[in-house]
């Protein structure tokens, strides 16, 4: 009881300071998605078609650098959230659109959600990562931390990034190369480049993103589109540890879709931090995803630019596959922090 009683507390206290989506997935098939806004908007997501009868351990990796009982991955594909970490690997559960792809989330351990990839709850209304997740019981809200049982209701509170701290991210595509965080007070630099990025891989999520937007944000991973929606291309931006230590990133090293960024010298790992790989970015909207206004859903429509020989600031070429070299010239990324409105 005073768990659960802890776990209200915050939540009463996140919402006092700043607003939130509240997402609300029943545990029965045939029942509605929904998202309310702050206003009390109530927003249709599609239809629970499966629900899960188990968890999934052992998880990917990265999913033990986020808190237990938070989204730790959002993606156009998939939901991951995390239940607790056991023996040094995440214990997931995951929400998926009803035609995806998605290794990291297993049979049996999904809700399966009636609605496209890339939208909805996968896009302009998903939620960011650190999310707060707890399961509603007879009534009663406590912490997610094992598998829903048939007429629960699962609840992901996420906040509404309002006149964010930070604006945008530089990246200079370099070894050695700044990361620059833009925003309110002036500009930062926030960790380096210890390898560069020059090619495209095929990343499979990225089938339901289009050029330049976020496909999926986690605490080890920032994966970004480089192909229109229905390929397949893209690149990833990942923390030094991570591809240090995961067997599954050995390519990191190898190959050339990948960018690695490390802490500043005395500053703790990146993993699971904010801002690159915490409470930051969401797949943004599309297609048919229509927010409350024109900030909303402007602001929530993920954004990457680069600059090629050091040129003008332009869209990412359109390129799908795998091309070592599809990105030899690009000398800087920029991001584009989600907002909700200004």
Request: hydrophobic share 40%; proline share 7%.
């Amino acid at each position: 009881m005073k768990k659960i009683l802890i776990f209200l507390l915050m939540f009463a206290s996140c919402a006092c300071a700043e607003d939130f989506i509240e997402l609300r997935v029943p545990c029965a098939e045939n029942s509605e998605v929904t998202a309310t806004l702050p206003g009390g908007e109530r927003v249709s997501l599609g239809k629970v078609i499966m629900t899960p009868s188990k968890t999934n351990w052992p998880a990917y990796t990265a999913s033990k650098w986020s808190e237990p009982s938070t989204v730790c991955a959002t993606a156009v594909n998939a939901i991951h959230i995390l239940l607790n970490v056991e023996e040094g690997r995440g214990r997931i559960i995951s929400l998926v659109p009803s035609v995806t792809i998605a290794p990291a989330a297993v049979a049996g351990a999904f809700f399966a959600i009636d609605a496209p990839a890339g939208t909805g709850i996968f896009g302009g209304f998903a939620p960011l990562t650190g999310s707060r997740v707890a399961i509603e019981h007879d009534g009663v809200e406590a912490p997610l931390s094992d598998t829903p049982k048939d007429g629960d209701i699962l609840i992901i509170r996420t906040r509404l990034p309002e006149n964010p701290k930070i604006f945008m991210l530089d990246i200079e595509n370099r070894p050695g190369g700044r990361v620059i965080a833009h925003g309110v007070g002036g500009s930062k630099v926030i960790a380096r480049v210890v390898r560069k990025v020059s090619g495209i891989g095929r990343f499979e999520g990225t089938k339901f993103q289009s050029v330049g937007r976020l496909r999926a944000s986690h605490s080890g991973v920032i994966d970004i589109s480089t192909s229109k929606r229905g390929d397949i291309g893209g690149i990833q931006i990942m923390p030094l540890k991570h591809a240090l230590i995961s067997k599954e990133m050995i390519n990191a090293w190898l190959l050339t879709q990948w960018l690695i960024v490390s802490p500043l010298p005395d500053m703790p790992d990146l993993e699971g931090r904010e801002p690159l790989f915490k409470n930051s970015f969401v797949p943004g909207t599309q297609l048919g995803d229509k927010l409350p206004d024109v900030w909303s859903q402007y602001g929530r429509k993920s954004l990457i630019l680069c600059r090629r020989d050091g040129g003008e600031w332009e869209r990412l070429p359109a390129t799908s596959g795998r091309v070592d070299d599809a990105l030899r010239d690009v000398t800087h990324l920029r991001i584009y922090f989600p907002f909700w409105k200004l």
